[in-house]
C-alpha cells in the first residue's frame, strides 16, 4: 500500500485569553490526541510557526521540543519562520471560522450572537463541516500549567542544541534542532 498525503484542518478555540508556552503545550496535547485517534500511530510532527517569543522561540518551548517524544510520545521537529512571514493555510483556516461566524452572528437576532469563545466552537462545530474544532477550557490551560510548573522542567534540565539559519529568499526561517539533553545530575 502506498502513502497517501490527506489534508485535514484542526482548530482549537481556547476561553483562554494567555498565549504562552503552557497554552501552546495544551494545543499540542489536544492536537496530539485528534491525530493519533484519527490516524493512528503518528511517527514524527513537522511544526512550522512564526517567530512569536512569547508562544514559540524562547527557552521553555526549545525544552518543549526536547521532551516532545517523552511528553506526547512521538518525535518532533520545529520549524521558525522570520516576523511577519511564514503565513500559510492555518491563518486561512482560522479566518474563515471568523468570517463565517462574523456573518452568522449578524444575520441572527439580537440575543443570540456569537460574542464568547465557547459560542464560536458551538457555531464551528456544527456548521463548518470539513474543519475538525476542540474546545480548550480555562480549566485545562491551568492544569497544563499547574503539570508543567511541577516538573520543574527548567531547573532540571540545560539544553544543547544546534540553531541552523536557513535564509531562503523571499522567507528566512530558523530551524532548531536539539541533539542532546542532559540532567545536572548526569553532568556532575
Request: hydrophobic share 35%; aromatic share 12%.
Given at each position: ?6 489534508h485535514?484542518?484542526?482548530?482549537i478555540?481556547?476561553e ?26 503518528v ?11 512569547a ?33 500559510g493555510?492555518s ?8 468570517r ?12 443570540q450572537?456569537?460574542i464568547?469563545?465557547?459560542q464560536?466552537?458551538?457555531?464551528a ?12 477550557t ?12 511541577d ?38
Amino acid at each position: 500500500m502506498q502513502d497517501e498525503i490527506d489534508h485535514t484542518s484542526f482548530v482549537i478555540i481556547s476561553e483562554c485569553n494567555t498565549h504562552d508556552t503552557v497554552a501552546v503545550h495544551l494545543f499540542q496535547k489536544l492536537l496530539i490526541q485528534f491525530l493519533t485517534d484519527t490516524l493512528g500511530h503518528v511517527k514524527k510532527i513537522c511544526y512550522f510557526s512564526d517567530g512569536c517569543a512569547a508562544q514559540y522561540k524562547n527557552r521553555k518551548n526549545f525544552l518543549n521540543l526536547c521532551l516532545h517524544e517523552e511528553d506526547f510520545g512521538v518525535q518532533a521537529e520545529w520549524h521558525f519562520f522570520a516576523t511577519s512571514h511564514g503565513k500559510g493555510p492555518s491563518d486561512g483556516v482560522g479566518g474563515t471560522i471568523k468570517r463565517l461566524a462574523a456573518r452568522a452572528s449578524l444575520q441572527r437576532p439580537f440575543d443570540q450572537q456569537i460574542i464568547t469563545a465557547r459560542q464560536l466552537f458551538e457555531f464551528a462545530d456544527s456548521e463548518i463541516d470539513k474543519i475538525h474544532c476542540q474546545f480548550a477550557t480555562t480549566e485545562q490551560y491551568r492544569q497544563q500549567a499547574e503539570f508543567l510548573k511541577d516538573l520543574k522542567m527548567l531547573a532540571q534540565f540545560q539544553v544543547h542544541g544546534i540553531c541552523i539559519l536557513l535564509f531562503q529568499s523571499p522567507k528566512k526561517r530558523l530551524q532548531f534542532d536539539p541533539f542532546h539533553l542532559q540532567t545536572r545530575k548526569d553532568r556532575n
